[in-house]
């Protein structure tokens, strides 16, 4: 986990997941914005997903757009993320913390939703509770 400060304020961090894929596990990054809890950003930084299908996950842009502003937002009480990261058949898509799924890589598609779901939710609370340490480490 890496993060970045602007006048003393935590203003994101990068942050790893994995989830088993249709292959083996993949393993992505993703960029978190603590002040919108939101991610924004996502980069898959290991997959052997099945070429021409599976590796969309890395390549289909409308895919990628998921993860410009995913909703990721912590429940009242600070303790979990308030609705799951879920991947959703593609064009169902209705909520800020659904994604997108691509057709015929359905299996890659929903991994990423489980990496993103199973961290944001150990992670994030993690994250609130500790957020003082968070900002002054990264200020030095």
Same mark, same amino acid.
């Given at each position: 986990?890496?993060?970045?400060?602007?006048? =003393?304020?935590?203003? =994101?961090?990068?942050?790893?997941? *994995?989830?088993?894929? !249709?292959?083996?596990?993949?393993?992505?990054?993703?960029?978190?914005?603590?002040?919108?809890?939101?991610?924004?950003? !996502?980069?898959?930084?290991?997959?052997?997903?099945?070429?021409? /299908?599976?590796?969309?996950?890395?390549?289909?842009?409308?895919?990628?757009?998921?993860?410009?502003? /995913?909703?990721?937002?912590?429940?009242?009480?600070?303790?979990?993320?308030? *609705?799951?990261?879920? @991947?959703?058949?593609?064009?169902?898509?209705?909520?800020?913390?659904?994604?997108? =799924?691509?057709?015929?890589? @359905?299996?890659?598609?929903?991994?990423? =939703?489980?990496? /993103?779901? @199973?961290?944001? *939710?150990?992670?994030?609370? /993690?994250?609130?509770? *500790?957020?003082? !340490? !968070?900002?002054?480490?990264?200020?030095?």
């Amino acid at each position: 986990m890496q993060a970045t400060a602007k006048d =003393g304020k935590l203003v =994101g961090l990068a942050i790893e997941a *994995n989830s088993m894929g !249709f292959a083996d596990v993949i393993k992505v990054i993703y960029g978190y914005d603590p002040h919108r809890e939101k991610v924004v950003g !996502f980069y898959v930084l290991e997959s052997k997903e099945t070429p021409g /299908l599976g590796d969309l996950i890395e390549k289909d842009a409308d895919f990628l757009a998921n993860f410009d502003s /995913l909703d990721v937002a912590l429940s009242e009480d600070k303790n979990s993320v308030k *609705n799951p990261v879920v @991947t959703v058949k593609h064009g169902q898509k209705k909520n800020a913390y659904e994604v997108d =799924g691509i057709t015929g890589a @359905t299996i890659s598609s929903r991994a990423i =939703g489980k990496a /993103l779901n @199973t961290s944001t *939710n150990e992670i994030l609370p /993690l994250l609130y509770k *500790n957020r003082a !340490f !968070f900002e002054e480490k990264s200020q030095q």
